[in-house]
């Protein structure tokens, strides 16, 4: 009674061996056709994706060198330079003029006295540095605000364009290779922006 025992629990150990091999090469299988199958479905994803995306190219710097505008701003600065450097070219006359009356004078003054005149006029040539300086700050600073609103109707207008016609990226044409006609916008939005913007005062200099 022993042996048919012994027979059967063999068997149904056969029977769960291989049924656990053929449920291990099932899954093998499955594995398998899902690892192949991938590329598939980023391919199909990628697309989608790319379909979506509704691109539109814009020339920045010929937006900001072509405005009326930014040609107007820079009209403005420079009148304000040529202003400036006037100012400073006759503080530099001046201090000239001084020096060279100070050689004429020279041996009719004392050695303190010349040493004197020397630290005024040189004073006065650090002075004329720094107002120099500063007058180019200002120039620049004003510049940048000035521009800054240019730049801030671009952006208005370059997103009721992108509402109206559904772009959903714009981008700046110095930093594409290639790209054809159509995706540029860069005349269509100059031409608003001269309409809407045809000028913007510079803040007068003291």
């Known amino acids: 009674m022993t042996e048919p025992s012994i027979s059967v629990s063999a068997s149904v150990r056969a029977s769960d061996s291989r049924r656990t091999l053929l449920i291990t ?10 690892l192949f199958a991938a590329p598939a479905w980023i391919s199909e994803a990628s697309a989608q994706t ?12 010929i ?9 107007g701003v820079r ?13 400073l070219a006759a503080q530099e006359q001046a201090l000239q003029a001084e020096g060279q009356t100070l050689e004429t004078q ?40 000035a521009m800054d609103q240019v730049r801030q109707s671009v952006i208005q207008i370059l997103t ?32 608003q922006l001269n309409q809407r913007l045809p000028s913007v005062q510079v803040p007068a200099i003291p």
């Open 106 to 145: 020279r041996a009719t003054m004392t050695a303190e006295q010349i040493q004197v005149k020397q630290q005024e006029i040189g004073q006065r040539i650090q002075q004329l540095r720094q107002q120099s300086e500063l007058r180019r700050q200002q120039l620049e600073e004003a510049f940048n605000g």
């Open 25 to 34: 090469i099932a899954r093998a299988i499955l594995i398998s056709a899902l």
């Open 75 to 87: 009209t403005q600065i420079e009148g304000h330079r040529q202003r400036f450097q006037q100012e």
């Open 160 to 191: 009721e364009i992108a509402q109206a016609r559904g772009f959903t990226l714009v981008l700046n044409k110095s930093t594409v290779l290639l790209s054809a006609n159509e995706y540029d916008i860069t005349a269509e939005v100059l031409a």
């Open 50 to 61: 790319a379909s979506s995306v509704n691109v539109a190219v814009l020339d920045l710097p």
């Open 63 to 71: 937006i900001l060198r072509d405005s009326t505008a930014a040609q």
